[in-house]
């Protein structure tokens, strides 16, 4: 369905004015997690006021520990509905569990599904059912056929409005997070007809090395960017070191607007 052999459409998902799989990068950002109405709102501010375009965060988080937070589950998704509503930017948030889909639906303009999720596919199968763009990421493990035809999955059941995401996958270096694949970027754009975004935060797992990742996404043809931005990293309660400040976020977008002129 995704793969063309002979001829290639560009698939665009539209938000109101937003396409993604357009001319235009699309950005979207915010913290991990939500934590508090003060934080995410001040990270919706710095989103919205340095040219992002979809406010990003967790309400129900994949946490490798079950003693680390999880997340604020509907109070977040409430924040991040107020913070929508306070900026005018799209939302997008994880969906872990089919029993909040219909929660999940009723807040997010667009699902993310995890890369924990990936093959999970009595809920991509749930998800085919609904009329929503869907965030895919990349399993870690996935290879590229298993992650195109979880893609498959959604769309076979009814709903073509994916998004994939590479956010790196797990290899043999342990230097980085995660090893994030630039080929499979310039692969997707050759192959099929999807847009695909880039993970430069759980990509790399460093915040200094956000930036240059991100720019070499989207030389590889990457669609748009999601990263991680954080208004005090340090006082994460998930992944802050991956978080971008502020002022790094808004030099980075200066930087991408170059590269994306230079593509
Ligand atoms: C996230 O985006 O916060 C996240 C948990 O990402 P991933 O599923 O790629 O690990
Ligand atoms: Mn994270």
């Not at 109405?37 to 406010?55: D, F, N, P, S």
């Not at 999940?104 to 763009?133: C, T, W």
């Not at 995660?178 to 310039?186: G, P, V």
């Amino acid at each position: 369905l995704s793969s063309v052999e002979v001829e290639k459409h560009q698939k665009i998902v539209e938000l109101g004015d937003i396409k993604i799989g357009g001319d235009e990068l699309v950005i979207m950002a915010g913290p991990c997690a939500v934590e508090s109405r003060e934080q995410l709102l001040e990270a919706a501010k710095y989103v919205k006021e340095y040219g992002g375009h979809i406010l990003r965060g967790g309400a129900f988080k994949p946490r490798t520990s079950p003693y680390s937070f999880q997340g604020l589950g509907e109070e977040g998704l409430k924040l991040l509905a107020e913070a929508r509503e306070e900026t005018g930017l799209k939302v997008v948030t994880e969906l872990m569990d089919s029993d909040d889909i219909e929660l999940v639906n009723h807040y997010a303009d667009i699902i993310q599904i995890g890369s924990r999720n990936m093959q999970n596919y009595g809920l991509l199968k749930k998800l085919g059912r609904l009329e929503k763009p869907i965030l895919l990421k990349r399993g870690y493990s996935a290879t590229i056929k298993e992650w195109i035809l979880a893609a498959e999955y959604i769309i076979a059941h009814g709903n073509s409005q994916v998004i994939l995401c590479e956010r790196g996958i797990r290899t043999f270096e342990t230097a980085t997070r995660n090893t994030l694949d630039l080929n499979a970027i310039a692969w997707i754009k050759e192959m099929t007809d999807l847009p695909i975004i880039i993970d430069p935060s759980h990509g790399t797992g460093k915040r200094s090395l956000v930036a240059p990742l991100a720019k070499a996404g989207v030389t590889a043809g990457a669609d748009g960017i999601i990263v991680e931005m954080h208004p005090y990293p340090e006082e994460a309660l998930c992944d802050g070191e991956q978080s971008l400040r502020p002022e790094e976020f808004a030099q980075m977008i200066k930087e991408l607007d170059r590269v994306a002129q230079a593509v």
